[in-house]
């Protein structure tokens, strides 16, 4: 078996041995919205998150797959960018108006001003950002299995300037940060959990 899937699978059997024990749900929110860049763990750590919280997990990018039956490569294959980006913001709306959810967007979402002022303004709604530099992202992008499937970073240089132009919005968004850096992803939920649970 592969090492990434021999981590997806001692990690699964952690939680299961854990899921007995739920985390208590954050007193003050509704919604946790895991906020970063490609490979910042947004889908990794919000499943663990929610299977701890007792909370359904949506993942932005499965969503539009699931309402479009179309996979993301495929949506900006055959209709662009754009498209997808207004895919993108409708399924944001639609999943925030839900309770008891966490959220890992995709790290293209803080980028649109509406996506931003929809994530601002939706009561008990708390934004984690999953930091680190970007060639630790990079690097773990590139391990995982459908490495070639982020069509935005297919070029490096390209997704480099998307990294330093989303960072702000990342920051500006964030009630929690995060430092992923040098953690595993055991590690990063723990200090999730550290965070939105205080
Ligand atoms: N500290 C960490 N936190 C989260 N994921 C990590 C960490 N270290 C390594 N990883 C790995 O990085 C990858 C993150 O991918 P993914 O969850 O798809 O990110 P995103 O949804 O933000 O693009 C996974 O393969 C995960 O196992
Ligand atoms: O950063 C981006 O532009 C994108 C990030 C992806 O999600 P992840 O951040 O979960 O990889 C996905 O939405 C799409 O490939 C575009
Ligand atoms: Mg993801």
């Given at each position: 078996?592969?090492?990434?899937?021999?981590?997806?699978?001692?990690?699964?059997?952690?939680?299961?041995?854990?899921?007995?024990?739920?985390?208590?749900?954050?007193?003050?929110?509704?919604?946790?919205?895991?906020?970063?860049?490609?490979?910042?763990?947004?889908?990794?750590?919000?499943?663990?998150?929610?299977?701890?919280?007792?909370?359904?997990?949506?993942?932005?990018?499965?969503?539009?797959?699931?309402?479009?039956?179309?996979?993301?490569?495929?949506?900006f294959?055959?209709?662009?960018?754009?498209?997808?980006?207004?895919?993108?913001?409708?399924?944001?709306?639609?999943?925030?108006?839900?309770?008891?959810?966490?959220i890992?967007?995709?790290?293209?979402?803080?980028?649109?001003?509406?996506?931003?002022?929809?994530?601002?303004?939706?009561?008990?709604?708390?934004?984690?950002?999953?930091?680190?530099?970007?060639?630790?992202?990079?690097?773990?992008?590139?391990?995982?299995?459908?490495?070639?499937?982020?069509?935005?970073?297919?070029?490096?240089?390209?997704?480099?300037?998307?990294?330093?132009?989303?960072?702000?919005?990342?920051?500006?968004?964030?009630?929690?940060?995060?430092?992923?850096?040098?953690?595993?992803?055991?590690?990063t939920?723990?200090?999730?959990?550290?965070?939105a649970?205080?």
């Amino acid at each position: 078996m592969a090492a990434a899937a021999l981590i997806e699978v001692s990690m699964e059997k952690t939680m299961s041995s854990q899921s007995a024990r739920l985390a208590p749900a954050p007193a003050a929110f509704d919604r946790l919205v895991l906020t970063g860049f490609m490979g910042s763990g947004k889908t990794t750590i919000g499943a663990l998150l929610a299977k701890h919280l007792g909370w359904t997990f949506l993942d932005l990018d499965h969503e539009i797959e699931r309402r479009t039956g179309q996979t993301v490569p495929g949506l900006f294959a055959q209709h662009g960018e754009s498209h997808f980006r207004r895919l993108e913001s409708s399924a944001l709306a639609s999943v925030l108006g839900r309770r008891h959810v966490v959220i890992a967007l995709g790290g293209g979402v803080p980028e649109e001003l509406g996506n931003r002022l929809l994530l601002e303004q939706t009561p008990r709604t708390a934004v984690v950002y999953l930091e680190a530099p970007f060639e630790e992202l990079l690097e773990r992008c590139l391990r995982q299995p459908n490495a070639t499937e982020r069509p935005n970073l297919a070029d490096t240089v390209l997704a480099a300037q998307r990294f330093a132009r989303r960072q702000r919005h990342y920051e500006h968004l964030a009630r929690f940060r995060v430092v992923t850096t040098g953690r595993t992803a055991l590690e990063t939920l723990d200090d999730v959990l550290a965070v939105a649970l205080r």
